[in-house]
């Protein structure tokens, strides 16, 4: 009875449904009225709202979160700075260097294939929201490296190759899987996959939701499915480093 009430209110198969129909979205959308006089304080309000969330948020990693957190890697460098507690399953062995922040949800997980399987990131390396590392053997990020938001870094595939291997719920063969590296001051664009036995060249950049399946020279700009280089010698000039520098 419920099921059938319901689906002739969404069909508005009449002009009392319809009319109920309308009610309902009405109140769904509806806003507190509100004079202009009060938005200056309502700004204030949000603002002290955001910064009192934050507060909390920030004492929690503090005083919780990052703690725990570095009790679970091999090392972490000076001044790391995160937003959330990351989402660590497996052994993976993870090492930080100084100056590393993570921007949000960043997930690590590894498998059985191997008894130490590294994920190591440099010094000065920015990780965004929802990025996420598949480590069976070694990903290495070296310094200065940005990562933008939902990027996905793997050294496998994750299944194997052969098909009854699957089936048979099997890992990948050990030769299956393949370091990746990200070499110093390259750029990782948003919801970008790095694959396994990848390497980015020092300096260059992949474009927004490029699937990346083989390497990229240094200095490069890559990007599409899969990853293509449209740019070279993105090298700048020794004036322009040290203007950046100053």
């Known amino acids: 009875m419920a099921d059938s009430f319901l689906l002739k209110l969404k069909r508005g198969e009449t002009p009392f449904f319809r009319f109920l129909n309308r009610t309902v979205k009405g109140v769904m959308t509806a806003n507190l009225p509100l004079p202009l006089f009060l938005n200056p304080v309502l700004g204030r309000l949000y603002t002290l709202h955001q910064s ?7 004492a929690g990693a503090y005083l919780y979160s990052e703690p725990l957190f570095r009790g679970r890697c091999e090392s972490i460098g000076k001044r790391f700075s995160m937003t959330k507690l990351p989402y660590v399953i497996s052994h993976a062995k993870i090492y930080i260097g100084d100056d590393v ?4 949800k960043v997930d690590i997980f590894s498998g059985r294939i191997f008894d130490e ?3 190591i990131l440099g ?3 920015d990780i965004g929201h929802n990025v996420s ?7 290495v990020i070296e310094d200065d490296v940005n990562v933008a938001s939902g990027v996905r870094f793997m ?11 699957r089936i048979a719920d099997l890992p990948p063969r050990p030769e299956e899987i393949k370091p990746v590296r990200i070499c110093r001051r390259a750029w990782i664009g948003q919801n970008a996959f790095i694959l396994k036995g990848v390497t980015i060249g020092e300096g260059a950049v992949v474009g927004v939701n490029s699937v990346v399946v083989s390497d990229i020279p240094a200095y490069a700009v890559a990007m ?3 990853a293509r280089v449209v740019v070279k010698g993105t090298k700048p000039l020794p004036s ?3 203007q950046n520098s100053e």
Do not use: C, Q, Y
């Open 123 to 125: 010094n000065r390396v």
């Open 240 to 242: 322009e480093s040290l």
């Open 133 to 139: 590392f598949v480590v069976n053997k070694e990903i």
């Open 52 to 58: 009192v969330m934050e507060g909390f948020r920030r």
């Open 117 to 119: 399987p590294k994920l």
């Open 155 to 165: 050294d496998t595939d994750a299944h194997p190759k052969d098909m009854w291997e």
């Open 224 to 226: 599409g499915n899969p």
């Open 101 to 104: 922040n993570f921007f949000g």
